[in-house]
């Protein structure tokens, strides 16, 4: 398993986030709101708008920590949870439920995954490596801010 050492701390299975593709490489863009029937006509929140992305990434981290996001190996985000596989599988960050883009629903959920959207398309839409590090819940002992 391949470490990483951000802010002083090592973090474990650095393994890339793969996005849902174009043929060309770009990154696929949806919209679930779309398909959501909003009978009660609620609003979009604030990240509800997208365009979101589906990705993927390496399994079987299903234990709390703490995890890094890196674009071209600069941290751009730093998070903690209960269930890494969770959090970033297909029912959390990885895929938008359409209910999540109104208000009521889970604004984190769509904000991240807006924002590694954008961190994708970066750069003149030159596709930047996202990966994703682990650090063990038992070694955390204060969460970095960058």
């Known amino acids: 398993m391949s470490t990483r050492v951000f802010l002083d701390r090592k973090f474990y299975g650095l393994g890339r986030i793969v996005l849902c593709s174009n043929a060309d490489g770009t990154p696929k863009e949806y919209r679930p709101q779309e398909r959501y029937k909003n009978a009660k006509r609620l609003s979009l929140h604030r990240y509800g708008h997208g365009p ?14 703490l995890y890094i996001l890196t ?4 941290p751009v985000y730093v998070g903690e949870c209960i269930d890494v596989s969770k959090r970033w599988g297909p029912n959390g960050y990885g895929n938008i439920a359409p209910r999540n883009c109104y208000a009521g629903g889970q604004q984190t ?27 063990n819940a038992s070694e955390v002992l204060r969460p970095a801010v960058i």
Request: net charge positive; with cysteine.
């Open 52 to 65: 979101f992305c589906k990705f993927s990434m390496a399994k079987g981290l299903d234990r709390p920590g």
């Open 71 to 74: 674009a071209d190996d600069k």
């Open 109 to 135: 959920t769509s904000k991240q995954t807006v924002a590694s959207m954008r961190v994708f398309l970066r750069k003149q839409n030159r596709a930047q490596t996202l990966r994703f590090g682990f650090r």
